[in-house]
């Protein structure tokens, strides 16, 4: 037991600093993102939904290091990866469009001049659109006409239009 514990010691001292490190990095995260946040005038909810998707990936991060800690090669880490991408490309070819609302929402979260209560018009030659932004999600973004007519709008969609932002609504 003890020859293993020495045989194999640099890796434990790495994982446990791994594991360690892992909340840690998601605290730091989560306060940067909180401070932006409140800083930007953003919605609890919409600051949390981008705090999960970024602890999603620091747990994926962990588990990456964890394998290459422990002597998995990278050159068969990622074949592995392709192939589980692969598989999970051909089985679920209409998700991928989900990964990209997550991103546009994630975008739009941090780069975007508009917030919700915002009057916008979105410059479509086929169907403009003048609405209220009435909320912003991961995947949706919610808009209401002032027929009262809700529009949702898929992140990704809402991210490649032009839109033209007025003033805030009174509230």
Request: glycine residues 4%; proline residues 4%.
């Amino acid at each position: 037991m003890i020859g293993i514990l020495k045989e194999h010691l640099p890796q434990i001292i790495a994982s446990v600093l791994v594991v360690l490190l892992t909340p840690s990095a998601k605290y730091i995260a989560r306060k940067i993102v909180d401070k932006y946040g409140s800083a930007t005038l953003k919605s609890e909810a919409r600051t949390l939904h981008v705090i999960q998707i970024i602890n999603i990936l620091i747990n994926f991060t962990c588990i990456i290091t964890l394998t290459i800690i422990w002597g998995v090669r990278p050159q068969n880490m990622l074949v592995a990866l392709s192939s589980i991408f692969a598989v999970i490309g051909v089985a679920m070819f209409a998700q991928w469009s989900m990964l990209s609302n997550i991103t546009a929402g994630i975008i739009i979260f941090f780069s975007t001049p508009f917030r919700i209560g915002d009057r916008i018009h979105i410059l479509d030659k086929d169907t403009p659109i003048d609405a209220i932004i009435e909320n912003i999600l991961t995947f949706h973004t919610y808009l209401r006409t002032s027929e009262g007519e809700q529009i949702i709008i898929p992140n990704s969609l809402f991210l490649q239009k032009i839109v033209s932002v007025g003033k805030q609504k009174d509230t």
